[in-house]
């Protein structure tokens, strides 16, 4: 069966450094990635989508990479602040059938430290 | 627009009761889904609808969770009888379009069985 994996461990850094995280997938073949950040108590947001046919794509601070060779999707927070503390989840998007039905992973935690 | 508005919040029950989650999606959207998240098993979809209609109910656990939708703006996913291995967060989510567009997620309905 498909299988999602990001960082298990919290990521902390400095506060101005770059954070990049990691989402690796297996036994699957998407044909897109979105990438959500989630606050304690609160449902995720909408960060990021990017297609098979995209190396690259960039929004303000962010910039999400996508590797279908490696299967492995990067997603880099550029001089990252306290207020970017979150957990940030990657989504597989289905190859085929229409309809948007996501596959999470786990998400990973993390810390920007002042 | 609100966005996606769920309640109860938080709904505390005992083992056996029944348990009724509500949803109102982001008017205009044609597609709901609702969500369980746990630490074990993270965010996982139990069922999602089209234009009211359930398309795909594979990741509800057993026949004790049902949903429904009678209308585009109301949802209820239920659980009878509950028991404690159904505590967790579960969230509503919807999408305007089908195909790789983002999810708005509501704010989550904390569930303990005790």
């Known amino acids: 069966s498909q299988k999602i994996e990001q960082n298990s461990e919290a990521l902390n850094i400095q506060e101005g450094k770059t954070a990049t995280l990691t989402c690796n997938y297996t036994n699957y073949s998407p044909a897109y990635l979105q990438w959500y950040r989630q606050d304690p108590g609160r449902g995720p947001v909408f960060l990021l989508l990017i297609r098979e046919n995209e190396k690259e794509k960039r929004k303000e601070r962010l910039k999400v990479t996508f590797d279908t060779t490696l299967k492995q999707s990067l997603f880099h927070i550029t001089a990252s602040q306290p207020a970017d503390s979150a957990t940030y989840l990657c989504a597989l998007g289905p190859r085929s059938g229409g309809y948007n039905k996501l596959i999470f992973g786990a998400g990973t935690r993390l810390a920007v430290h002042p | 627009d609100a966005g996606v508005i769920q309640s109860p919040r938080h709904e505390v029950t005992e083992m056996g009761q029944e348990v009724t989650l509500r949803c109102k999606p982001i008017s205009g959207h044609d597609y709901l889904f609702w969500y369980r998240q746990t630490m074990m098993r993270g965010l996982e979809l139990l069922i999602y609808?089209?234009?009211?209609?359930?398309?795909?109910d594979s990741g509800m656990p057993e026949d004790r969770f049902s949903a429904k939708m009678p209308n585009a703006s109301f949802s209820t996913l239920k659980i009878q009888p509950s028991e404690p291995r159904d505590s967790a967060v579960y969230f509503c989510?919807?999408?305007?379009?089908?195909?790789?567009?983002?999810?708005?997620f509501g704010p989550g309905t904390r569930l303990t069985v005790t």
């Open positions: 989510a919807s999408s305007l379009r089908a195909y790789g567009d983002e999810q708005y």
């Open positions: 609808f089209n234009n009211n209609v359930p398309i795909d």
